[in-house]
Protein backbone atom coordinates (compact mmCIF):
# COMPACT_ATOMS: atom_id res chain seq x y z
CA UNK A 1 0.00 0.00 0.00
CA UNK A 2 1.16 3.49 -0.67
CA UNK A 3 0.80 5.76 2.07
CA UNK A 4 0.29 9.16 1.94
CA UNK A 5 2.93 9.85 4.24
CA UNK A 6 5.88 8.80 1.35
CA UNK A 7 6.38 5.33 1.50
CA UNK A 8 5.16 1.65 0.77
CA UNK A 9 3.61 -0.71 3.46
CA UNK A 10 2.19 -3.95 3.91
CA UNK A 11 -0.32 -4.27 6.27
CA UNK A 12 -0.80 -7.60 8.21
CA UNK A 13 -4.39 -8.37 10.29
CA UNK A 14 -4.54 -10.31 13.22
CA UNK A 15 -7.52 -11.30 14.80
CA UNK A 16 -5.21 -12.30 18.29
CA UNK A 17 -3.67 -8.70 17.70
CA UNK A 18 -4.58 -6.00 19.88
CA UNK A 19 -2.63 -2.94 18.98
CA UNK A 20 -0.80 -1.81 16.13
CA UNK A 21 2.75 -2.34 15.66
CA UNK A 22 5.51 -1.87 12.64
CA UNK A 23 9.01 -3.38 11.61
CA UNK A 24 11.34 -2.68 9.21
CA UNK A 25 12.87 -5.58 7.49
CA UNK A 26 16.47 -5.33 6.49
CA UNK A 27 15.90 -4.71 3.31
CA UNK A 28 13.33 -1.82 4.03
CA UNK A 29 10.64 -3.90 3.61
CA UNK A 30 7.65 -1.73 5.85
CA UNK A 31 5.05 -4.31 7.62
CA UNK A 32 2.31 -3.08 10.10
CA UNK A 33 0.34 -5.48 11.77
CA UNK A 34 -2.71 -4.76 13.22
CA UNK A 35 -5.96 -5.94 14.71
CA UNK A 36 -9.05 -7.09 12.04
CA UNK A 37 -11.19 -4.55 11.31
CA UNK A 38 -8.00 -1.74 11.51
CA UNK A 39 -9.06 1.09 9.99
CA UNK A 40 -7.28 2.84 7.20
CA UNK A 41 -7.19 6.35 8.32
CA UNK A 42 -5.89 4.86 12.09
CA UNK A 43 -2.99 3.12 10.39
CA UNK A 44 -1.97 6.16 8.49
CA UNK A 45 -2.19 7.90 11.87
CA UNK A 46 -0.39 5.19 13.35
CA UNK A 47 2.47 5.20 11.06
CA UNK A 48 2.45 9.02 10.84
CA UNK A 49 3.53 8.98 14.76
CA UNK A 50 6.31 6.33 14.06
CA UNK A 51 7.67 8.54 10.80
CA UNK A 52 10.74 9.44 12.19
CA UNK A 53 11.68 5.86 13.98
CA UNK A 54 10.86 4.38 11.04
CA UNK A 55 12.62 6.40 8.32
CA UNK A 56 15.82 6.47 10.81
CA UNK A 57 16.07 2.42 10.22
CA UNK A 58 15.53 2.81 6.53
CA UNK A 59 18.49 5.05 6.37
CA UNK A 60 20.67 2.60 8.76
CA UNK A 61 19.42 -0.28 6.20
CA UNK A 62 20.59 1.34 3.31
CA UNK A 63 23.58 2.48 4.63
CA UNK A 64 24.18 -1.16 5.41
CA UNK A 65 23.47 -2.51 2.11
CA UNK A 66 24.96 0.42 -0.26
CA UNK A 67 28.28 -1.40 1.24
CA UNK A 68 26.99 -4.91 -0.79
CA UNK A 69 25.46 -2.77 -3.69
CA UNK A 70 28.23 -4.71 -6.01
CA UNK A 71 27.29 -8.19 -4.80
CA UNK A 72 23.16 -7.41 -5.10
CA UNK A 73 24.22 -6.42 -8.63
CA UNK A 74 26.24 -9.63 -8.79
CA UNK A 75 29.72 -7.93 -10.06
CA UNK A 76 30.52 -8.91 -7.03
CA UNK A 77 30.15 -12.58 -4.21
CA UNK A 78 31.45 -12.81 -1.00
CA UNK A 79 33.87 -15.64 0.45
CA UNK A 80 34.16 -15.67 3.83
CA UNK A 81 33.57 -11.26 4.18
CA UNK A 82 36.28 -10.66 0.79
CA UNK A 83 34.33 -9.35 -2.09
CA UNK A 84 35.26 -11.68 -5.10
CA UNK A 85 34.45 -10.65 -8.85
CA UNK A 86 31.33 -13.03 -10.03
CA UNK A 87 31.32 -14.65 -13.51
CA UNK A 88 27.71 -16.68 -14.23
CA UNK A 89 27.95 -18.60 -17.25
CA UNK A 90 31.59 -19.98 -16.54
CA UNK A 91 32.62 -23.08 -15.58
CA UNK A 92 32.67 -23.57 -11.64
CA UNK A 93 35.20 -22.82 -9.36
CA UNK A 94 36.51 -20.21 -6.55
CA UNK A 95 39.89 -19.09 -8.15
CA UNK A 96 42.05 -16.47 -6.62
CA UNK A 97 39.96 -13.44 -6.34
CA UNK A 98 37.10 -14.50 -8.76
CA UNK A 99 34.18 -16.99 -8.30
CA UNK A 100 32.95 -18.36 -11.62
CA UNK A 101 29.61 -20.89 -11.85
CA UNK A 102 28.04 -21.96 -15.00
CA UNK A 103 24.44 -21.61 -13.04
CA UNK A 104 23.33 -19.92 -10.06
CA UNK A 105 21.67 -22.98 -9.13
CA UNK A 106 25.48 -24.37 -8.73
CA UNK A 107 26.66 -21.97 -5.99
CA UNK A 108 25.65 -24.57 -3.25
CA UNK A 109 28.11 -27.25 -4.61
CA UNK A 110 31.03 -24.94 -5.39
CA UNK A 111 30.83 -22.97 -2.16
CA UNK A 112 30.18 -26.28 -0.04
CA UNK A 113 33.60 -28.35 -2.17
CA UNK A 114 35.58 -25.68 -1.55
CA UNK A 115 34.97 -24.10 1.82
CA UNK A 116 32.62 -26.72 3.62
CA UNK A 117 36.32 -28.99 4.83
CA UNK A 118 37.42 -26.07 6.77
CA UNK A 119 34.07 -24.77 8.07
CA UNK A 120 33.28 -28.49 9.25
CA UNK A 121 36.80 -28.66 11.06
CA UNK A 122 35.97 -25.67 13.24
CA UNK A 123 32.58 -26.78 14.28
CA UNK A 124 33.51 -30.07 15.55
CA UNK A 125 36.48 -28.29 17.53
CA UNK A 126 33.88 -26.02 18.88
CA UNK A 127 31.29 -28.70 19.21
CA UNK A 128 34.42 -30.65 21.55
CA UNK A 129 35.33 -27.42 23.58
CA UNK A 130 31.64 -26.77 25.12
CA UNK A 131 30.55 -30.51 25.17
CA UNK A 132 27.53 -30.18 22.75
CA UNK A 133 27.40 -32.58 20.17
CA UNK A 134 25.24 -33.00 16.98
CA UNK A 135 23.80 -36.04 15.39
CA UNK A 136 25.08 -35.30 12.03
CA UNK A 137 25.29 -32.13 9.39
CA UNK A 138 24.54 -30.66 5.90
CA UNK A 139 24.09 -27.74 3.99
CA UNK A 140 21.33 -26.33 2.02
CA UNK A 141 20.42 -22.56 0.63
CA UNK A 142 17.90 -20.71 2.96
CA UNK A 143 15.70 -17.70 1.99
CA UNK A 144 15.64 -16.09 5.52
CA UNK A 145 17.64 -18.52 8.21
CA UNK A 146 21.41 -18.55 8.47
CA UNK A 147 21.30 -22.35 10.16
CA UNK A 148 18.65 -24.70 11.73
CA UNK A 149 18.77 -27.35 14.52
CA UNK A 150 15.83 -29.71 14.27
CA UNK A 151 14.46 -32.49 17.24
CA UNK A 152 16.97 -35.02 16.73
CA UNK A 153 20.13 -32.60 16.51
CA UNK A 154 20.16 -32.94 13.31
CA UNK A 155 21.93 -29.36 11.76
CA UNK A 156 21.32 -28.12 8.70
CA UNK A 157 23.63 -24.71 7.64
CA UNK A 158 22.74 -22.34 5.18
CA UNK A 159 25.76 -22.52 2.62
CA UNK A 160 25.52 -18.93 2.16
CA UNK A 161 26.83 -18.14 5.46
CA UNK A 162 30.12 -19.86 3.91
CA UNK A 163 30.30 -16.32 2.25
CA UNK A 164 30.59 -14.62 5.38
CA UNK A 165 33.00 -13.18 7.53
CA UNK A 166 34.34 -16.12 9.87
CA UNK A 167 33.44 -14.35 13.64
CA UNK A 168 29.62 -14.68 11.90
CA UNK A 169 29.91 -18.19 11.37
CA UNK A 170 31.10 -18.65 14.20
CA UNK A 171 28.36 -17.04 15.92
CA UNK A 172 25.81 -19.27 13.78
CA UNK A 173 27.76 -22.56 14.67
CA UNK A 174 27.54 -21.69 18.40
CA UNK A 175 23.72 -20.80 18.25
CA UNK A 176 22.50 -24.05 16.51
CA UNK A 177 24.65 -26.23 18.53
CA UNK A 178 23.68 -24.92 22.06
CA UNK A 179 20.33 -25.51 20.39
CA UNK A 180 20.87 -29.41 20.69
CA UNK A 181 20.53 -29.06 23.99
CA UNK A 182 17.47 -26.45 23.94
CA UNK A 183 15.30 -26.66 21.19
CA UNK A 184 13.97 -22.92 21.99
CA UNK A 185 15.23 -19.30 22.83
CA UNK A 186 13.91 -19.45 26.37
CA UNK A 187 16.49 -17.97 29.33
CA UNK A 188 18.28 -21.54 29.39
CA UNK A 189 18.96 -21.20 25.80
CA UNK A 190 20.52 -17.97 25.69
CA UNK A 191 22.17 -18.61 29.38
CA UNK A 192 24.29 -21.45 27.76
CA UNK A 193 24.71 -19.67 24.49
CA UNK A 194 26.28 -16.72 26.43
CA UNK A 195 28.73 -19.51 27.93
CA UNK A 196 29.92 -20.71 24.93
CA UNK A 197 30.12 -17.08 22.96
CA UNK A 198 29.98 -14.45 25.50
CA UNK A 199 29.92 -11.84 22.08
CA UNK A 200 26.86 -13.58 20.17
CA UNK A 201 24.76 -10.51 21.42
CA UNK A 202 27.03 -7.99 19.63
CA UNK A 203 27.80 -10.50 16.68
CA UNK A 204 23.79 -11.61 15.76
CA UNK A 205 23.11 -7.49 15.95
CA UNK A 206 25.75 -7.10 12.84
CA UNK A 207 25.41 -10.06 11.04
CA UNK A 208 21.96 -8.33 10.20
CA UNK A 209 24.00 -6.47 7.67
CA UNK A 210 24.10 -9.47 5.54
CA UNK A 211 20.41 -10.76 5.23
CA UNK A 212 20.09 -9.36 2.19
CA UNK A 213 23.01 -11.88 1.39
CA UNK A 214 21.06 -14.73 2.37
CA UNK A 215 18.02 -13.95 0.31
CA UNK A 216 20.25 -14.27 -3.14
CA UNK A 217 20.80 -16.86 -5.24
Known sequence: MLSSINF????????????LCVCVSPDNRVTVRCPVGTKDADIERFLSEKKAWIMGHV?????????????????????????????????D???????????????????VKALAPAFL????????????????????????????????????FNYKLLMLPREFQ????????????YHDHSAR?????DEVLPQNRLLFRLISRYSAVARLY
Open 93 to 111: GIGEGVVCAVDFSHLKDIY
Open 59 to 91: AANASKLSCLCDVLSYKKILVGGKFYDFKLGVK
Open 189 to 193: FHKLL
Open 121 to 156: EEFYALSARCGLSCSGVSFRSYKGRWGCCDGKNFIV
Open 170 to 181: YAVMAHELCHTR
Open 8 to 19: DYKVVYSARRRR
